[in-house]
């Protein structure tokens, strides 16, 4: 293997130098499309309220990104507080099962949905669902 550089290559890294070209980054390109598939958000502690309010924004904010599926990690329930009050809803209290019931409910969420696993939601030992979104046309 020979050290030296013939002199068009040294006038080629010259003019690259001197350029204001950029190269894209492989890394970058590849950090980008994993996002865009998929992502995930855990909504452990939140509010029935605060995490109606979380879920929204964040199907709105996947859907304009492109992303194909949101993984929802609510928990499965079982340290409920609510499960301990006669006058709530054992169901609809969790969020387990009140943040999709939210989802379904809300036409201009299920405009970008194709489908909610709902089997995840009805099984007692998954804390958490998937939501698959449409692509923006």
């Given at each position: ?6 002199d ?43 995490a ?11 859907y ?30 969790i ?9 379904k ?33």
């Amino acid at each position: 293997m020979t050290n030296k550089l013939s002199d068009k290559d040294k006038k080629d890294w010259q003019d690259f130098l001197n350029s204001s070209e950029k190269l894209d980054s492989k890394d970058v390109d590849q950090t980008i499309k994993s996002k865009i598939l998929e992502r995930s958000i855990d909504l452990h502690g939140y509010t029935l309220d605060d995490a109606n309010k979380e879920i929204s924004n964040f199907i709105e904010n996947c859907y304009l990104d492109r992303v194909k599926k949101i993984n929802v990690i609510t928990g499965k329930g079982m340290r409920s507080k609510n499960l301990d009050n006669p006058y709530q809803s054992t169901d609809l209290s969790i969020l387990k099962h009140s943040v999709p019931e939210y989802i379904k409910s809300n036409p201009e969420l299920m405009k970008k949905i194709i489908k909610i696993d709902f089997d995840s939601v009805n099984s007692p030992s998954k804390g958490s669902f998937e939501i698959f979104l449409k692509t923006i046309r």
